[in-house]
């Protein structure tokens, strides 16, 4: 088998995860709009259906077809429980208590949960001192957003269930990764397909806190089908597109920009306020993510792995940088 040096490509990477984390980042903005007129139930399987929506049009548009074995569903299916369903979910619901912004620095726990899953799984081995000191860091960041020794405080359920949502991401992630990418199978019909999942697992859902009758305005409209076909269905074929050429621990380290995006927006356009207790927790995590990176060992040398159809329609530097990142398996 051949192979490549991963220092090719990274003009492309760097795009790759800046445009990744401008999308993801304003997820929570859109998320806080939808959920003026939205119960956290529907927000949640409306994203799922509008991305689905979005991403069937463009695979089908493309002329790529859903996977058809049983086996591949059945791994989308896992992948679409802790990648989609359960942290849209707990997302939507965290953020009726929580700032948007606040909810965007706990979603930049998400590398720390991926290098944790690393170490326990055992893809990450012979972790470094400044490493395991930036887990723990940043965990400790978590902690003080938290405040769990602030007893009565209102938005403990859903500070807790954000953090919850990272983690589940980053198994996602890590799953995806493994199992799904790189292995013949086109990103637009993965994450086709993995949205599909995601809204099957979703709309069960409704009974239970979705059936509520609707009174949307125009703008929460706009928020609603925002949230649906550009941050979930572009920003999650996104997403699969750079674990196939970056890696899933590589795609989680986003996580750690999304706080500059959320909080922004969070505070330019719905006004709020921002404590310096989140500040520290916001600095402190951030320094955590800073190490685990900063200190991370790339490999050396990566298999490079036969082109996906995906391939044809890309230009040669475009697929030199993803065949140049792919993680082998």
């Not at 695979?59 to 790529?64: M, Q």
């Amino acid at each position: 088998m051949n192979r490549v040096g991963v220092g090719g490509g990274g003009s492309w990477a760097g795009l790759r995860i800046c445009v990744l984390a401008l999308l993801w980042g304003s997820t929570f903005l859109w998320t806080e709009l939808a959920l003026e007129a939205l119960t956290p139930v529907q927000v949640t399987v409306v994203r799922c259906v509008l991305g689905a929506v979005t991403l069937l049009a463009v695979c089908l548009g493309t002329g790529r077809r859903l996977p058809h074995e049983r086996a591949v569903w059945g791994r989308v299916v896992v992948a679409a429980l802790f990648c989609n369903a359960v942290p849209f979910a707990l997302f939507s619901f965290g953020q009726r208590s929580i700032d948007s912004g606040v909810a965007g620095v706990l979603n930049a726990t998400t590398p720390l949960w991926a290098l944790l899953i690393g170490v326990l799984t055992g893809a990450e081995r012979g972790l470094r001192p400044a490493r395991l000191g930036g887990l723990l860091l940043g965990f400790a960041g978590v902690v003080l957003i938290l405040a769990p020794w602030q007893a009565a405080r209102p938005d403990g359920w859903g500070v807790l269930a954000v953090a919850v949502a990272a983690a589940s991401y980053a198994v996602g992630f890590a799953y995806m990764g493994r199992f799904l990418v790189g292995r013949g199978i086109p990103t637009i019909s993965l994450s086709a397909a993995q949205l599909l999942a995601a809204t099957a697992l979703t709309v069960p859902l409704l009974p239970a806190g979705g059936s509520v009758p609707v009174d949307i305005d125009p703008k929460t409209l706009i928020a609603v089908v925002i949230l649906g076909v550009v941050c979930t269905g572009a920003t999650f074929h996104l997403t699969y597109r750079n674990i196939a050429a970056e890696g899933a621990t590589n795609t989680a380290a986003v996580g750690y920009l999304l706080p500059v995006v959320s909080v922004a927006l969070g505070i330019v356009v719905l006004d709020e306020a921002f404590s310096l207790r989140i500040a520290a927790g916001m600095a402190i995590v951030l320094a955590g993510v800073g190490l685990t990176r900063r200190h991370a060992r790339p490999p050396a040398t990566v298999t490079r792995q036969p082109p996906t159809p995906d391939s044809a329609t890309e230009e040669p530097a475009h697929r030199l940088a993803r065949q140049g990142g792919r993680p082998r398996g």
